[in-house]
């Protein structure tokens, strides 16, 4: 195909195109904008620092950076998470959602964690994370037998994260224009019918040397009676009084 007969193809179902792009573009922006709640996520900032009882060296600083990639697979275990749901009944989590509510990111040699989380409530997200970085602070010493976790900023706020709906309604024109341009040319593809001179051409192979037109049933009358029916009906008459 050109992109004359792609351009026909677009024009001819244009209408479709444009009724489902309107419609699904619409339906995401009214479920994005009335339909969804709110979803917070806060930060908390953890530092591997060198332990209290030694000073300050070259190796300490790259053993504590070594301990991150310790510490971030620590944080997710029955023993911080456990005892995060037995100090913290308020938050009303079990330990296993508190493994699945935890991120945990880092820099490439960099001391530094950050612990964040995502939830509806703007308090809990604030709460549920300060209460796991309090316990890991407090249960590192326990396990490693060293107090080198010092926590550098608790959450104060939460961010709102989602939903967005700018970029929802933004992903949802950009897919239904695929997808309405995509259902046109399969529309055409899978329609076979012979509408054209040229379709005859390019099926047969064949140059055409005569179309016969659409024949309708006034067509069948014959002209000298088309010709007395319209004297009748043209012809002038007059009233006559008794």
């Known amino acids: 195909m050109e992109i004359k007969e792609y351009a026909a193809v677009l024009w001819k179902r244009l209408w479709l195109i444009v009724v489902c792009v309107v419609v699904v573009t619409f339906a995401a922006g009214i479920y994005s904008y009335f339909f969804t709640n709110p979803s917070y996520q806060a930060f908390s900032k953890i530092i591997v620092n060198k332990s209290k009882e030694?000073?300050?060296?070259?190796?300490?600083?790259?053993?504590?950076?070594?301990?991150?990639?310790?510490?971030?697979?620590?944080?997710?275990?029955y023993a911080v998470m456990d005892r995060v749901v037995q100090k913290h009944p308020e938050l009303g989590l079990t330990a296993e959602q508190l493994m699945g509510k935890i991120n945990i990111g880092t820099v490439n040699?960099?001391?530094?964690?950050?612990?964040?989380?995502?939830?509806?409530?703007?308090?809990?997200?604030?709460?549920?994370?300060?209460?796991?970085?309090?316990?890991?602070?407090?249960?590192?010493?326990?396990?490693?037998?060293?107090?080198?976790?010092?926590?550098?900023?608790?959450?104060?706020?939460?961010?709102?994260?989602?939903?967005?709906?700018?970029?929802?309604?933004?992903?949802?024109?950009?897919?239904?224009?695929?997808?309405?341009?995509?259902?046109?040319?399969?529309l055409e593809y899978l329609d076979d019918t012979v509408k054209s001179e040229a379709?005859?051409?390019g099926?047969?192979?064949?140059?055409?040397?005569?179309?016969?037109?659409?024949?309708?049933?006034?067509?069948?009358?014959?002209?000298?009676?088309?010709?007395?029916?319209?004297?009748?009906?043209?012809?002038?008459?007059?009233?006559?009084n008794s």
């Not at 326990?142 to 992903?171: C, G, K, Q, Y």
């Open 54 to 77: 030694s000073q300050l060296d070259l190796n300490e600083v790259n053993l504590n950076i070594q301990l991150v990639n310790t510490y971030k697979e620590i944080v997710l275990t």
């Open 109 to 186: 040699d960099s001391q530094v964690m950050t612990l964040s989380t995502q939830d509806l409530s703007y308090d809990n997200a604030i709460k549920t994370v300060n209460a796991v970085a309090s316990v890991f602070k407090e249960t590192v010493p326990t396990i490693m037998s060293v107090d080198n976790v010092e926590i550098l900023s608790e959450a104060r706020i939460a961010h709102d994260v989602s939903p967005n709906p700018i970029l929802n309604v933004v992903i949802a024109f950009l897919v239904a224009l695929m997808l309405s341009v995509g259902t046109a040319f399969l």
């Open 199 to 201: 379709d005859i051409t």
């Open 203 to 240: 099926l047969l192979g064949v140059p055409t040397f005569a179309v016969v037109p659409v024949i309708t049933r006034e067509d069948l009358v014959p002209q000298d009676q088309k010709l007395n029916k319209q004297n009748v009906e043209g012809a002038p008459y007059a009233t006559v």
